[in-house]
């Protein structure tokens, strides 16, 4: 069977982009039938940036703070994904909410990391620490990790993928933090690559995985 062309995607980051080094590796590693085609940044000195120059990505800094008005920060934002051909956005670490306008032409082919077991912990102002700190705070037993389809808002779209991680009783926020990020190392990759074997398919809010098809 001959193999399908790597997927191009575009990577979003606003942080150190850990996720996106685990993006990277599988792909060197031969896991990952994908291209980062585009690494993209709210943030001028984000670390993901630099991780991507070092290793030849073309990485980007745009924010809406560069622009006068949203509607020309989202067709200059959508004229980078095209010039890229770019066909899934990863957020990996994105802390801005993507234009709706983008949201539309890349419909259901936008996904994200979030740190919790959504819909639990999720929505504006629920991310990083803040999301580990919730979960203590609220003594749940278990969290976890979750990849989810974009849509218009803060963490609603549907899930692909969710792994549990348990809360242990002697956990502080960083240490939960660690065991949460080694999961979504896991299967933020992993779902990519479903995407790219073309497994997916979505009906309204409920995410299918065709573990059938080659």
């Known amino acids: 069977m001959t193999k399908k062309s790597p997927l191009s995607i575009a990577v979003f980051v606003s942080g150190t982009g850990s996720n996106l080094v685990s993006i990277y590796n599988a792909i060197q590693n031969g896991h990952l039938n994908a291209k980062i085609a585009l690494v993209i940044s709210n943030k001028s000195t984000a670390g993901g940036l630099m991780f991507a120059r070092e290793n030849n990505i073309t990485a980007i800094h745009i924010s809406p703070n560069q622009y006068d008005d949203m509607a020309t920060y989202t067709e200059e934002l959508l004229n980078l994904l095209k010039d890229h051909q770019v066909e899934l956005v990863v957020l990996a670490g994105y802390l801005k909410i993507i234009p709706t306008a983008v949201v539309q ?58 792994e549990c991680v348990p809360v242990l009783d002697d956990d502080t926020v960083e240490t939960l933090a660690s065991r949460v990020l080694e999961i979504e190392h896991k299967i933020l990759p992993k779902t990519i690559q479903l995407f790219a074997d073309g497994k997916i398919s979505i009906q309204g809010r409920r995410v299918f995985i065709n573990r059938d098809e080659p």
């Open 105 to 162: 032409m890349y419909k259901n082919k936008i996904i994200n990391i979030h740190p919790a077991l959504l819909p639990s912990f999720g929505g504006k102002g629920l991310y990083g620490k803040r999301v580990h700190q919730a979960v203590l705070d609220h003594g749940c037993k278990v969290t976890g990790a979750t990849v989810h389809i974009v849509d218009e808002e803060y963490d609603t779209g549907g899930p692909v993928i969710q």
